[in-house]
């Protein structure tokens, strides 16, 4: 990127994950143009909406039927009113500090703090200024990978619950793998409870061509999809099962009304096609090899230059965290976000090395043109921020 002073950096954010393949494909944008003189919207469904859908459908071994959206959000947000439709139940449960998009629900305990968070087997349930306090009693909030804690809090409120919603790889918890075992009891539980397991993969589905939950063996109900899948448009899918597919069906049962003036509209549909055409198995295979290839550089760094910290993340995401204890849970990151000064100041440094990334963690997100060369610039610039801010032994 090159900015309005005219300096360059290489994006290690690409628009927040979403740009699989960079900035400005010349493939996708050739697409795209070609598209945009043929007319940008219509009213009608046209066939490129039907051949983005099949492509994921075929690839995604948990995806029947799939309707699409303009974004994360509106995909989450449709996900859990299919999970209630569904089930006939009104509420959801979530983990604590995980990050699913501006939907009232599943924005409880975003970021709750030591002096409102509660019980650690049963966190409480912090809404945030702007919802109704009410959505409180339908939010159930479990501690990731704290099964035992989950399956109580899920058999206590199973008549409640419609859904539990889990991202495979929670950023906003930092990126913490999820313990061996851990989302396959899940899956165990909810199924066992008549609860719906809800895949929020909208940032997570770069992590496999047959979707996030495949390496887990794991089949969700319901998957919320974007970013990628868009091509670097405005995008969003809410996916699953057919028999809860469903409660969608204009044709049959209708229970829940999804419209949207630019649903699967052509030109998010064409560079979407562009872009997951491109992403062979192949092109995820060399993008998650080299994030193995720079985790495993930076843990390298990090431990020569003495400074405490853990390097969480899989596939083509990582988050450096500076710290030395053991991260389970959002707890237990006391706080990794911009609100720790470092990470602002880690942020701007790396900024002034030449790299874009965010002050939460030290987060890192790979795109398909980026070689080794940028990926040690990562790690060297990286190395060079910890020492102009005096954080090296
Ligand atoms: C896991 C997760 N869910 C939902 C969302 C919301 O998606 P969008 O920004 O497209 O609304 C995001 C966005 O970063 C996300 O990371």
């Known amino acids: 990127m090159v900015d309005i002073e005219g300096e360059e950096r290489i994006d290690f954010l690409n628009n927040y994950t979403s740009l699989i393949l960079g900035h400005a494909d010349p493939q996708v944008t050739r697409a795209v143009q070609q598209r945009m003189e043929l007319g940008s919207a219509f009213t009608m469904p046209t066939e490129l909406e039907v ?48 990050y699913h998009g501006i939907y009232d629900y ?67 918890i930092g990126m913490i793998p999820p313990r061996p075992g851990f989302l396959e009891s899940l899956r165990e539980e909810t199924e066992g409870q008549g609860v719906l397991l809800i895949s929020d993969e909208v940032m997570s589905f770069r992590l496999s061509y047959y979707g996030a939950m495949y390496d887990y063996g794991i089949r969700p109900d319901l998957t919320a999809l974007a970013k990628i899948i868009g091509g670097g448009f405005p995008v969003g ?24 003036t630019f649903n699967g509209n052509p030109v998010t549909m064409t560079a979407g096609l562009e872009t997951m055409r491109q992403m062979t198995p192949q092109a995820y295979d060399r993008l998650n090899r080299m994030g193995d290839y720079i985790r495993d550089r930076l843990a390298r760094m990090l431990v020569d230059r003495r400074v405490p910290a853990r390097v969480c993340g899989k596939g083509s995401l990582l988050t450096v965290h500076l710290t030395d204890q053991e991260l389970i849970d959002f707890r237990s990151l006391r706080g990794f976000s911009r609100r720790k000064p470092i990470y602002g100041d880690l942020c701007h440094e790396m900024l002034a090395q030449g790299i874009v990334t965010t002050p939460r963690g030290v987060f890192g997100c790979l795109s398909t043109p980026m070689t080794e060369a940028e990926l040690n610039a990562f790690v060297e610039a990286l190395a060079r921020a910890l020492t102009a801010l005096g954080c090296t032994a």
């Open 51 to 98: 051949e983005l859908a099949e492509l994921l459908v075929s690839r995604v071994p948990y995806i029947d039927q799939l309707r699409f959206c303009n974004s994360g959000s509106e995909a989450v947000l449709l996900a859990v009113k299919a999970a209630r439709a569904f089930t006939g139940k009104p509420g959801i449960a979530k983990f604590e500090g995980a």
């Open 237 to 260: 899918a809410v996916a699953g099962a057919a028999r809860v597919m469903s409660v969608f069906d204009h044709t049959g049962d209708l229970k829940v009304r999804h419209g949207g």
């Open 106 to 172: 599943v924005q409880v305990s975003e970021a709750p703090t030591p002096d409102n968070w509660g019980d650690p087997d049963a966190p409480a349930s912090v809404v945030e200024a702007g919802s109704p306090p009410s959505v409180a009693r339908d939010v159930v909030v479990l501690p990731w990978n704290n099964f035992e804690a989950c399956r109580q809090l899920i058999q206590r409120h199973k008549n409640e619950l419609a859904a539990v919603i889990a991202d495979p790889l929670p950023s906003a």
